[in-house]
T-cell receptor, first 115, second 114 residues
């Protein structure tokens, strides 16, 4: 158990809908990262937040957005869902109190199925 | 362009045999290197990491990896594989000038024969 929690574990929804994935980082970690794992793209970095502020962006679609709240939990919002958004979404967290690279610890993931 | 390559998509070894999983990276900045393991239906568990210092690093579950800058490689090894090691293994890199973004290889699926 990494100490990173994600809810829900599974999510089944229809095309065009909107969903919210939630992540709670390890105690004391200030940075949260979101990754998408799909069969065709593999593991892809989406976005990073540090202490409430966006710090880095990867190949995140405009239909996707995220935020980190004052209690440091994070939410990833996916809207206008398409079949191709079906994937495993991971959250990771790290201490990251400086600009130096840090170890990221991953949650169990949320499996999203879009029908 | 930044890339991480794991040349072997699938490897099968016999239980008790040694294992080496290959990982190569390309880019000019300082690499910070990781190996993660993913069991079916599970999240990613950190096996080991290399930031600096001794180029041979020890990890959990009896795994080790060696950083070879001249070959741009960070291969994962285990002297004797157990059936419970069957999983997918990911090599990942953070480049020193790219913030916290982990770039993953495609993964190597390990099967263990009894």
């Amino acid at each position: 158990d990494s100490g990173v929690t994600q809810t829900p574990k599974h999510l089944i929804t229809a095309t065009g809908q909107r969903v919210t994935l939630r992540c709670s980082p390890r105690s004391g970690d200030l940075s949260v990262y979101w990754y998408q794992q799909s069969l065709d793209q593999g593991l892809q970095f989406l976005i990073q937040y540090y202490n409430g502020e966006e710090r880095a962006k990867g190949n995140i679609l405009e239909r996707f957005s995220a935020q980190q709240f004052p209690d440091l939990h994070s939410e990833l919002n996916l809207s206008s869902l398409e079949l191709g958004d079906s994937a495993l979404y991971f959250c990771a967290s790290s201490r990251r109190q400086s600009n130096a690279p840090d170890t990221q610890y991953f949650g169990p993931g949320t499996r999203l199925t879009v029908l | 362009a930044q890339s991480v390559t794991q040349p072997d998509i699938h490897i099968t070894v016999s239980e008790g045999a040694s294992l080496e999983l290959r990982c190569n990276y390309s880019y000019g900045a300082t690499p910070y290197l990781f190996w993660y393991v993913q069991s079916p239906g599970q999240g990613l568990q950190l096996l080991l990491k290399y930031f600096s210092g001794d180029t041979l690093v020890q990890g959990i579950k009896g795994f080790e990896a060696e950083f070879k800058r001249s070959q741009s490689s960070f291969n994962l090894r285990k002297p004797s594989v157990h059936w419970s090691d069957a999983a997918e293994y990911f090599c990942a890199v953070i480049w020193g000038n790219q913030g916290g973004k982990l770039i993953f290889g495609q993964g190597t699926e390990l099967s263990v024969k009894p």
